[in-house]
């Protein structure tokens, strides 16, 4: 090999390395984001991340790696939970006109979790109320909808989370709290 072919190698390498590393990445950040639901449901989601879409689906749900930044809680979502999501993160009016789904089959990861009551509370992790649920489904309905369904997470069945807001909507628990 001679000097230019072995500096080419290196150049290339040093380009190439931090691609490799990102489509490792990406791929990881897939897998997380897919584990969030059934594979008849997350084979065919696009897959997002902070914005960018990392695989195309074609069946019309979304599957994120995370819910909040860094907080390990992979979930997929369809159109409707997709709508309310960007209402709450851009703190807009939402009103439920459909029913809507969500699956977080991972559950809320260690650093996941909010306050029952306030979507926006300010200290999450000090809430009196803060929630870190196991295995769920989450279910948006029209607000008449959801009359009658307690808020009390420890009930031992299906509770309204932020009740009250209109990003309110019904946890289903599918296993146990870590």
Known sequence: ??????KLLVVTGLILSPVLAQ??????LIELARSAAPSSVSDGATVMYRGEV???GSNGWVCLPETLPDDGSPLCN???WMEMMQAVGGQAPYEAKQVG????????GPEGGVSNSDPYHPDRFN?????REGPHMMVILPAELLEGIPSDPDNGGPYVMWKGTPYAHVMV???GRD
């Open 1 to 6: 090999m001679n000097r230019l072919t072995g």
């Open 23 to 28: 489509a490792e990445d990406n791929q990881a």
């Open 54 to 56: 990392l695989a195309e």
């Open 78 to 80: 369809d159109a409707v």
């Open 101 to 108: 789904f969500s699956y977080m089959l991972q559950g809320d």
């Open 127 to 131: 809430a009196d109320d803060f929630i």
């Open 173 to 175: 628990p599918l296993g």
